[in-house]
């Protein structure tokens, strides 16, 4: 395989106060499947070095939002800008080999080891592409991640005998190991246990302080799961957004009950966040 660069961002990239386009920006989206629209004109914009959450109840568009951002699938209606480059006019795959995603719904169809899955994170492929190699600095930035997530001792594990945890740790490695500068995290810490679910939040924040133009949206169903970088959230219910902005505005306890349609208290206390039933 070669490894296609990406061309310059697209001259219709929409710009930001400094000139930059921004990481994300979603305009008007509407996404149609199976004949019901599950997005409805979804607005949002991540700037560089921005840490969002995004959170909702079941069925809310979360991941479907994700996917769009991935450059997993087109939108209906609407624009979708990602680091620059208009979904539509661009191939998707040299657009996913720039963005790290822990997807659950990623499917390894082979059985890979451990450190082969890692290495499809920079091929942006499911599987690794016959007669590819990494560089011996790949390697060695897989194998450092492989350890950062508790996986030295398993690197050469093969998938279909990993547990779902040990499964999750490998797929947050292969989502930083091609230094994104775009981080996807659908419900990352899923399967992880106590120990993993810190160590993995240690490794966030790790790579916000190594990489401060790196920007992330992040789904969970768990405030307790926030890293405490979080600068922005957005709200989503029924596949619309009911408040987006930075944090401490959006993840209120009158933000999140609306959200949920149940009443809930929000507290934060050390930076990390706490919900409760109010
Ligand atoms: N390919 C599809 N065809 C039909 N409906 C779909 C498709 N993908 C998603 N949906 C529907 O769109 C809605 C949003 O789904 P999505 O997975 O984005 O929600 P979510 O907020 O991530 O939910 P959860 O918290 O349960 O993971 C759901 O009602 C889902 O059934």
New binding site residues.
Partial sequence: MTTTDLAPASQDAPGSADGRPPVLELAGVT?R??G?E??HGIDLRVEAGEHWAVL????????????LCGANQHPTTGTVHVLGHRLGRIELQALRRMIGHVDPRHRVASPLTVEQVVLTGLTGSADLPRRWEPTPDQAEHARELIASVGMGDRAGLRWPTLSQGERGRALIARALVGRPQLLLL??PTTGLDLAARERFLTALDGVVAEQPTTSTLL?T?HLEELPSTTSHAAL?RD?AIVAAGPVDEVLTSAGVSEAFAHPIRVERTHGRWHASGA
């Fill in positions: 996404l499947r199976a019901k599950i997005l909702g109840p079941n069925g809310a568009g979360k991941s479907t939002v994700l996917s659908d419900e789904v169903h989503l596949g």
